[in-house]
C-alpha cells in the first residue's frame, strides 16, 4: 500500500469519526429537546393525588428513560383511543355486543391515560446522568399492572363468538399499549410480596400504631362496636330512598351530584329497598362511600349479561373507578341466572377500595376485582363459576364465600386469578375466611364438583390461607383450564387451613402449586405487605387485621 493511499485511508477515518461525532451530538440535543417536550405537556395535569406517585422509581435507568417510556404508554394509550373511535364511527356490521365492547376499550384506553399522567406529573424529572437509586414504589408497580390489566379487559371483550374474535383480529394492528406499559413495569423495582417474601420480618410484638388485637389496628378503634355505631350514624352528604323521602331516588343521581377529584369523603346513604339499576362511579369521583341502612336490607340489582347481548366488564350491575371507593351495609346483585354465562354484579377498579359487611351475589364471574388494591371484610361472596376474578391486589378478610347451585354439568369454581405478567403485584388472596355451600346447594352438593379456583391467564396468583374450606371442595382443591394451561407458571399456595376440604393429600402436583410452610412467606400475603394496607386501611374507619 502507498503512503498516498495510507494517507486517503487516514483522513477518511478522521472524517467517519468526525460525522460520527457530529450524529452523537445531534442525537443528545435530540434527547434532550425529547424531554423538555415530553415533560411540559404533562405539566398542567398534577391534581391533589400527584403526591401519591412522587416516590422515585428504583432501577439502573435514569428518571428521563423512566419518563419517556411512560410517555410513550401515554401515547399509545391516546393513539389507540383516536383508532378505536374510527373504527366505531365508520364500521356498520358491529353487533351490539362487539360495539359495547370497543366502547370498554375506549373507557380503559382513557383510564390508562388518566392514570399515566399522574404518574409523569408524580415522579421528580431529573435531567442529570445519574441512575436512580429510589426506594422502591408499590403505588407505580400498581398503576402500570393496572395498565396492563385494562388492556386484557378490552381484548377479552371480543372473545364470546366467532364473529367477536374476527373483529378482535381486526383491532391486531392498534398500538400494543400493554407492550409499552410491561417496559415500564420492567424498570421499577417493587416491594417484596408474595413470589419474594424470603426476609420479610414476622413479629408477636406489633408496633403499638399497628395492633391489630382489636381488630381496628389503630388507638383510636380501641372500641369497635362504639366505632362502628359512629360511623352507622355519620351524617350523609346525600340521603337515596326509592319512595322520594331522600334527597334523590336513584344512586346513579347521587353520584352524579358527588364533586370531582376530591379528598374529602362524600356519604351517600342508601335507605333500605331495592334498587334496579345500573350504577357507574367514574374515575372523576373520588373518596365515594355508599353507606346501607344497617340491619336493614339495601340491595343494588341488575340483569345484564353476555348471552343478552352484553361484555362481561359492561355487565355490572355496579362499577366503581373512582379512587378510595367504601361501601358498607350494601349488596350488589346480578340476578341473570346460571344460564347467562358471564354476569358481573360488582366490578371494582378503584385504589383503596374497602368493602365492610357487603354482599356480592350472582352466578357466574359475581364480583370483578379488575385492577388496583381492594380490601373486603366481613363480606359475603356467592356464585357458581369463576365468580371471585380479575386481576387486582385483592385481600379478602373474614368473609363469607358460598358457592351456590349451578346448572347440571357445571363445574364450580371460587377464584380465577388474571395476572398475565410475572412483574405485576397483583393476585388474589383469601384470608380467615368460610368457604362454603348455600343452602339451595347443601343438600346437592355430592353432584357437583367445587374447586379453590383455576387460572384465567398465564401468571395467576391465589392464595387460600387461615380459612375454614367446607367440603364441598374436590380433594385436589385447583381445576386447570385447557390442557395444562398456566400449570408451571400459576402461582397458587395454600397456609394453614382447617375443614373437611382442606386436606392436602389428594392437591394437583402442578409446578406452580405449592403448600406454604413458613410464615415468613404466608406474611407476605397479608393486608401488610400485599395492599400497603399500613398506609391506608385506617383511614376506611373499618376493622382489619394487618398480619397473620
Known sequence: MTEANQYNISISKKKKKLILAIFASFLLVAAIIAVVTVVNPHKNSTRNDAADHAKLVKSTFSKNDFLLQVNRSIDAAQSNKVALSKKLATSNKLDVRQTTAINDCLKNNDRVVTDLEKVFAGVKVDTGKKPL??????????????????????????????QDKK???????????????????????????????????TTDRKLKEDNDSNEGGAEWLSVTDRRLFQLSSLTPDVVVAADGSGDYKTVSAAVAAARKYSSKRYIIRIKAGVYRENVEVPKEKSNIMFLGDGRKTTIITGSRNVVGGSTTYHSATVA????????????????AGPSKYQAVALRVESD????????MVGYQNT????????????????????FIFGNAAAVFQDCDIRARRPNPGQTITITAQGRSDPTQNTGIVIQKCRIGVTSDLHP?????SAYLGRPWKEYARTVIM?????????????????GRFALSTLSFAEYENSGAGAGTSERVTWEGYKMITSATEAQGFTPRNFIAGSSWLKSTTFPFSLDL
Open 133 to 162: 437509586q429510589p426506594k422502591a414504589d408499590q403505588d407505580l408497580n400498581t398503576k402500570f399492572a393496572s395498565c396492563m390489566s385494562g388492556v386484557n379487559s378490552c381484548l377479552d371483550g371480543f372473545s364470546h363468538s366467532k
Open 320 to 335: 366503581v373507578e373512582g379512587q378510595g371507593f367504601l361501601a358498607r351495609d350494601i349488596t350488589f346483585q346480578n340476578t
Open 352 to 359: 383503596f377500595a374497602a368493602f365492610y359487611k357487603c354482599g
Open 167 to 201: 373483529v378482535r383480529e381486526a383491532l391486531s394492528g392498534i398500538v400494543d399499549v400493554k407492550g409499552e406499559c410491561k417496559k415500564a413495569l420492567e424498570m421499577i423495582k417493587s416491594e417484596p410480596t408474595a413470589d419474594r417474601a424470603t426476609g420479610l420480618k
Open 466 to 482: 387461615q380459612s375454614s374450606i367446607s367440603d364441598v371442595i374436590h380433594p385436589a382443591g385447583w381445576n386447570g383450564l385447557k
Open 444 to 448: 346437592v352438593r355430592s353432584n357437583f
Open 367 to 386: 364480583l370483578y376485582v379488575h385492577s388496583n388494591r381492594q380490601f373486603f371484610r366481613n363480606c359475603f361472596i356467592a356464585g357458581t363459576i369463576d
